[in-house]
């Protein structure tokens, strides 16, 4: 089977759905209308496009833009929710200074979770698994252990957001976008009757490269060792981009085979899905069709690799 090459996330009360390299968020307002909008998205990299189809280098760049158009789509979708205000217009001179403003504070949000990321599940799993040191006195044993410390942060960490109303919610998004996935890729009409009955799994997720990361850290870092504490710290940070790559590369791979070990390889990652998806209502669902829609032509793709009809 092709992949259809659709990515998305959930937004507050939508999802955007990307493919190539336009974009669409579809938001449910609070008077019940569904607003879509349509946008072409440009990498961080775009003057050096070439970066981002070389492989295990392109992982990096995809992760980064991911994060950003992320971001960019969330405060987007969390405009229509905010509480009225009276905003007096803006010339066009200071329309431009706010939209800056906000590209900047944007940027500095990216990095912001960026750092902390490493912090948390980087480096602060290292000096908890260094406190072993006195009763394991190899360093494999211990980077090991480390590694499924850091599983367990990133575990424990999506059991309390989920707890959250708003991210319960979001969860049913994430579910409704991986449905619609599932559907048009196993040649079924983008139906809500179809998209229901389809997977809230998919192989391609995020969550799933997440769990990449954390799980090929732990083979790459007993690989690579250090002597210094200083040293290990670094490597842990140095090692990140090739570890991204690698874990986009099998990702990519994943989204495209049935081979059984691929297949084997993908179940622990989609096991931790059922955690950061769940099961949506229709209204969400009719959202995540239309923001598809907009973006990716899905009876030509389901004709061309199905065989199907067009008519429906």
Known sequence: MKSSNIGGQAVLEGIMMKHKDEYAVAVRKPDGEILVNRETYKSIVHRWK??????????????????????????????????????????????????????????????????????????????????????????????????????????????????????????????????????????????????????RQHKRCGTSFLFLVLAISIIMLVLVRAETPVMRIVIRIVLLPVIAGISYEFLKLAGRSENVVVNLLSKPGLAIQKLTTKEPDDGMIEVAIQAVEAVFDWRAYEAENFHTATDY
């Open 50 to 199: 070439k970066l981002t189809e070389i492989p295990f280098i392109r992982g990096v760049f995809n992760f980064i833009d991911s994060m950003v158009l992320g971001m960019k789509t969330l405060t987007y979708s969390a405009s229509f929710f905010e509480e009225e205000e009276e905003v007096s217009e803006l010339t066009e001179k200071e329309a431009q200074k706010q939209e800056k403003k906000e590209s900047l504070l944007m940027g500095a949000t990216v990095v912001f979770s960026i750092v902390m990321a490493v912090a948390i599940f980087m480096v602060l799993p290292y000096f908890l698994s260094s406190l072993l040191e006195k009763y394991i006195p190899s360093y494999g044993v211990r980077t090991v252990i480390e590694g499924f410390v850091r599983i367990g942060i990133f575990i424990v960490y999506v059991l309390l957001i989920s707890r959250m109303e708003d991210i319960q919610r979001t969860f049913m998004y994430h579910g409704a976008e991986h449905k619609c996935i599932n559907c048009i890729e196993h040649g079924l009409p983008l139906t809500v009757e179809n998209v229901r009955s389809s997977s």
